[in-house]
């Protein structure tokens, strides 16, 4: 909704990451991530206000990797909180890019409005010649207040690309052109503050989930085991003993291991513990396959660290099986 001026109202909720970093002027590497405010992340991006009425929260202000499930609730409450307000038209998250697109997708499945939710980065600290910062948070504010992102659950907007929550994946280490949703695809681009969106999502998100993190602070523990040849099995066993209540396997091809991790799988099948078969491979799909036995889950097309947060949020609601791959067929 226009306000008095004209101009929607965008709250925009800072997390840190590279966009808010410091570092040796000029250069892209060896700088801490986390440092500039909110405010001055907003100065930076959009001086002159011309796109919208402006307000910023700081969440925090860490490396991404710091970023934990308390974070991830308090995020979700927060937006939930403030989407109450009419006057507020939609928000923007800045996030480091290394777990970025986790957020993305825990958001996309636990906010619940359909006010525009867009989350940003950068892989260039502020500091940097040509940082890339400024400009994704300057595109991601515009759509943030254009009622054409209502409705199509939490996006990623990086270096020009609209991206879907869900599907987004960082594909590059260096490159600004980091992010991708591959197979299926962005949904659109920026221009100039202007979005051209050419498809959405159809998996159910935001309001239309089952999942609620208004009495949670934090997620039930959950471990990824990343199989590769040779891999040893006794690490499966180890997450548990720790207190891991589910696990997902970054299987290689389809969700693959070997016979002595399924092997150590089934014995793991007395605990209950739900184990997801993913895949490092970062494309394709995993269906199921009789040679893998155990409390087992397919874990669709989700890459292993996403599958590890449709885990977490599904164990919050249930421990069955059947009902944890429902989930997983349905998000
Ligand atoms: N390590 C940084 C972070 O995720 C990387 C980045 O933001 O690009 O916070």
């Not at 660290?305 to 997983?328: G, H, N, W, Y």
């Amino acid at each position: 909704m226009p306000h008095a001026n004209g101009l929607p109202t965008v709250v925009a909720l800072a997390t840190g990451g590279t966009i808010a970093g410091q570092g040796s002027a000029g250069k892209a590497t060896n700088y801490r991530p986390g440092q500039i405010d909110v405010n001055t992340l907003l100065q930076l991006a959009a001086p002159d206000f011309d796109l919208a009425n402006l307000r910023g929260e700081q969440v925090c202000n860490v490396n991404s990797d710091d970023i934990t499930s308390e974070h991830w609730t308090e995020l979700a409450r927060a937006i939930n909180r403030l989407a109450a307000d009419p006057d507020i038209d939609g928000f923007v998250v800045t996030h480091g890019t290394d777990t970025l697109e986790e957020t993305a997708y825990f958001l996309n499945l636990t906010v619940k409005t359909d006010k525009p939710v867009i989350i940003t980065g950068a892989m260039r600290p502020a500091t940097a010649t040509s940082a890339d910062g400024p400009m994704n948070l300057r595109q991601s504010i515009a759509l943030a207040g254009n009622p054409l992102a209502r409705g199509k659950g939490v996006l990623v907007v990086f270096s020009d690309g609209i991206f879907g929550g869900r599907d987004v994946r960082k594909i590059s280490t260096i490159q600004t052109d980091a992010f991708s949703a591959n197979d299926f695809g962005c949904m659109g681009y920026m221009v100039d503050g202007v979005p051209h969106i050419f498809n959405a999502p159809v998996k159910p998100h935001t309001l239309a989930t089952e999942f609620d993190v208004e009495g949670l602070s934090t997620l039930p523990s959950v471990a990824v085991a990343y199989f590769a040849v040779d891999a040893d099995p006794a690490v499966l066993r180890f997450h548990v003993d720790r207190g891991a209540r589910g696990l997902v396997i970054a299987g290689a091809g389809a969700g693959c291991y070997s016979t002595p991790w399924n092997n150590a799988i089934v014995e793991l099948e007395e605990t209950g513990i739900p184990v997801v078969r993913a895949s490092r491979i970062g494309a394709g799909l995993i269906t199921h396959d009789d040679f893998y036995r155990g409390n087992l889950i397919d874990g669709s097309d989700l890459p292993p660290q996403k599958a590890a947060v449709l885990l977490r949020l599904a164990l919050t609601r249930t421990s069955s099986r059947t009902e944890i791959q429902r989930m997983f067929d349905t998000y």
